[in-house]
């Protein structure tokens, strides 16, 4: 950085001091000078946009290198690491995918057995209150106490299962873990890459002053902007709390339509 | 009570359906985006939409343009169930004429309170 600074800094104090002269040399008539003022002006802005544009070139080159998507490269063969990181966030897709089917899958299988029991629970619960009021005569209490028999066993049997189903709901939600260490070792990636593209962007500005180049931010920015409509959507908000635009949860939702007149 | 389904996640589709079952709603089919719940809805006589937002191919607000736009399904009650939570995008919707909206993650009860409230206003 502070060789970049020197030489910026030699070609500000050039400009100033030849401008200086430049004018002079203008004043008193003497073109010749003035000329060749200019020349080395030129010369010097020349220099300096070289030098910036071979340090520009240089890092770019290195970033890639790190990056290892140059396809020129040895390596090339193997996957660079924004190949690599897109394949752990797909891998990460897929694992929340099969668990969240494999609990709904044992929740599926459960549910029934659930409401069986409870179905033959209440039936058998309504002729129990018969018997106790001794409305049941003995041939429909024979029949009574092998339902009562059948169910117990049921019961016993469908609790198993449910629990066993309990169980395996419980070890579907290992994905968190391999998701999470998959997560972090993306998002330590696009930080690294986030401060490359930075340092770059540095550099360019360096030679943007050289070369006397000006950005129009706001035209850029509005750009930006204009791919951020409405209909496209945007997914779930990670900071609704932090923003004005955005509803918090479903009671903002319901507060805003009501006062649409809904 | 015949209810179309759409969601570009067949497990978010999947939860929707079991919540409607759990509701008394076990006629259902599903449809991952706009462009291939249109010609169901053409062809299948159904009562009611549940559809996400941001979806691949057509998204869900285009989706309800279209049947808003169409004579034959303009009077379908709509519910919007969609991460999408822009103060504007719930106006654009409610714009387009939807029935009811829902903002992910929900929970059965908000579903069930949303669902029963369009079905109030249908029918009186």
Do not use: C
């Not at chain 1, 520009?56 to 020129?72: K, N």
């Not at chain 1, 049941?136 to 299962?161: G, K, N, P, Y």
């Not at chain 2, 009077?75 to 009811?100: D, F, S, Y």
């Not at chain 2, 009860?109 to 409230?117: G, S, Y």
């Amino acid at each position: 950085m502070d060789e970049k600074k020197s030489s910026l800094g030699d070609f500000e104090s050039t400009l100033k001091k030849h401008a200086v002269q430049l004018v002079d040399s203008l004043e008193k008539g003497k073109f010749g000078d003035a000329v060749q003022l200019i020349h080395e002006l030129n010369q010097t802005r020349d220099r300096g946009l070289y030098q910036e544009v071979g340090k520009l070139t240089r890092e770019l080159h290195s970033a890639i290198v790190s990056f290892q998507i140059d396809p020129h490269m040895p390596q090339a063969e193997e996957v660079s690491q924004i190949t690599d990181a897109t394949e752990r966030l797909s891998y990460v897709v897929r694992l929340t995918e099969n668990a969240a089917n494999r609990t709904m899958d044992l929740v599926e299988q459960s549910t029934p057995l659930m409401s069986e029991i409870a179905d033959e629970a209440s039936s058998l619960s309504a002729d129990w209150q018969r018997f106790m009021r001794r409305e049941v005569a003995a041939d429909e209490f024979r029949e009574l106490a092998r339902r009562v028999d059948t169910f117990l066993t049921r019961s016993e049997q469908s609790s198993r299962q449910v629990s066993a189903h309990l169980n395996d709901i419980l070890l579907a939600q290992d994905y968190q873990d391999l998701t999470g260490q998959v997560i972090k070792r993306v998002t330590t990636l696009v930080t690294e890459v986030e401060s490359n593209l930075l340092k770059l962007v540095l550099m360019a500005s360096q030679v943007d002053r050289f070369a006397g180049i000006e950005h129009n931010h706001e035209a850029l920015r509005e750009e930006k902007d204009s791919e951020k409509h409405p209909t496209r959507g945007e997914g779930p908000q990670i900071h609704a709390d932090k923003r004005d635009d955005v509803v918090s949860g479903q009671d903002d939702v319901d507060d805003l339509l009501s006062s649409l007149g809904f | 009570m015949k209810i179309l389904i759409v969601d570009d996640f067949s497990t978010m589709r999947r939860i929707i359906k079991n919540l409607l079952r759990d509701l008394g709603f076990t006629n259902t089919a599903e449809a991952d985006d706009g462009n291939t719940a249109l010609p169901m809805l053409h062809s299948g006589n159904f009562d009611f939409l549940v559809t996400d937002w941001n979806m691949p191919g057509m998204s869900g607000i285009d989706l309800l343009r279209q049947v808003r736009a169409d004579d034959r399904l303009k009077h379908l009650p709509v519910l919007m169930v969609t991460a999408e939570a822009k103060r504007e995008q719930i106006i654009e919707a409610a714009q387009a004429g939807v029935n009811g909206y829902v903002v992910k993650p929900f929970t059965a009860q908000v579903l069930k309170e949303k669902i029963e409230k369009i079905f109030e206003r249908v029918n009186s």
